[in-house]
């Protein structure tokens, strides 16, 4: 007799079921994309409002990414312990208070608390909404669902740079950028309280009778056959709470393999390195080059609308030749595109609009497979744990590029050094990659066994994966 989850993972995809499920989680990953491209357009804004010093204005990505950093921990703890659904809608609703009052911020200092608590809300959108739509998606699809999710990304990057750019005119457009965004973030929260907690999740915490009620509602409405299937019984699990429980989610999630969560973290850190780098300094690398503030913002808001393509491309080929195959391909080719883009910057504009364009095609194919194949990799009970992890790294280290970006970095190597010293760190992650990592291109969620990968521990009945 087969399981609940492998009933749910052999589904049919119906739009009006799963479909529904993806777009919602795909709206607040938006906003996310919305809000970290934003730094982008708020740095020279608030640099020439406030007065800022080169370095100051890093501070405004900074103060935010570091804030979805703390949030990618605490949510995907939450999610882990307490349920996606729970903190499927609290995210948003944090997001939206605080960016009401950011736009409000009498001082830089006043905004830069505001950024970091309004980051701490969003950053708990990618691993709790990963982890849920994953747990929901069927088997077959899985991998282009995951891949597609993405693509609401570069949507919101564009039309975050299209409101920006429509609102420069405005007396104090820094601030109406700020507020735009809080009207949809509550609407988007009412609508996810009507969302399902994970029948995944709900079978791992040992409510088996909840699980219950949702596999045979999504049975039932997806047209499928109705058969019978077991709930396997979970040991009772009482774990710390509050950032005890954090930090054992993360001795967990660093138990079920090292060499695998190394990798992970590396990979993350490496590819959004490269890409927090161009999104939050992009328009002011323009500016320096004596751009206007249109034709600036322009060339960000291209780059992410390039991207909307390369999720496409990413979805067609993720099943096709594999997560590996596009992350270890694409990878170091977004990173070269930045490199040329700085060598003809001086020399030509129209070839460094089209390097732009290029890298935002490369690594907005890259991201979403790379997210797709880290939610594979983990087991359920610690899917957006690991995921929020790896996340919250990866934002501590870009969280704090903006600001040797700006103050080190660029003054000192010059443009090209630096794309290029960027670029080798994100050679050596995929090559790493290609070494440790197992495909899981048609693999059953919780079927990829910790010993495909070298440097498996044995785990305790709490911590490994049911296997197959």
Known sequence: MRTGDQVVQDLPWKWGVQGKIFIIGGLGYMF??????????????????????????????????IGLAAGAITWGTIADRLGRKRAFGLTLLIFALFSALGALSPNFGVFLVLRFIAGIGLGGCIPVDYALVSEFSPRAQR??????????????????????????????????????????????????????????????????????????DLVSRTGAAPEPYRIPAV?????????????????RVW???????GMVWLLFCTVLLVYYAALSWMPSILRAQGMGEYAAFAGTTVMN???????????????????????????????????VFALVLRVNAIAAFVSIAVFGFLILMVIPVMYAYV????????????????????????????????SLLWPVLGLPLTFGVL??????????????????????????????VPGSLALDSGDAAVQA
């Open 375 to 406: 939610s594979e990799l983990y087991p359920t009970e610690l899917r957006a744990s690991g995921f929020g992890w790896a996340s919250s790294a990866s934002r501590v280290v870009t969280g704090f590029t903006p600001l040797i970006f700006g």
């Open 143 to 216: 991998g282009r669902v995951l891949t597609a999710m993405d693509g609401w990304w570069p949507i919101g990057g564009t039309l975050c740079g299209v409101v920006a750019t429509a609102m420069l005119p405005l007396h104090g457009n820094w601030r109406w950028m700020l507020a735009v965004m809080i009207l949809p973030a509550v609407l988007l929260f009412w609508l996810r309280r009507g969302v399902p907690e994970s029948p995944i999740f709900l079978a791992r915490a040992g409510r088996e009778a909840e699980a219950r009620v949702v596999i045979d």
């Open 235 to 251: 040991p009772e699990r009482r774990g710390p709470r509050g950032l005890g429980a954090a930090l054992e989610q993360l001795r």
């Open 423 to 452: 670029a080798a760190v994100v050679v050596v992650a995929v090559v790493w990659m290609a070494k440790v990592g197992p495909e899981t291109r048609g693999r059953e969620l919780d079927r990829i066994t910790p010993d495909e």
């Open 32 to 65: 996310d994309a919305w809000d970290v491209t934003l730094n982008g357009f708020l740095t020279p804004l608030l640099g020439t409002a406030f007065h800022l010093s080169t370095a100051e204005r890093g501070l405004v990505a900074t103060a935010n990414l």
């Open 255 to 261: 138990a079920v393999n090292p060499v695998l969560t």
């Open 305 to 339: 609308a390039v991207g909307i393509l390369g999720v496409v491309a990413s979805m067609v080929l993720v099943e096709r030749v594999g997560r590996k195959w596009v992350i270890g391909v694409t990878a170091p080719l977004a990173s070269l595109a930045l490199v």
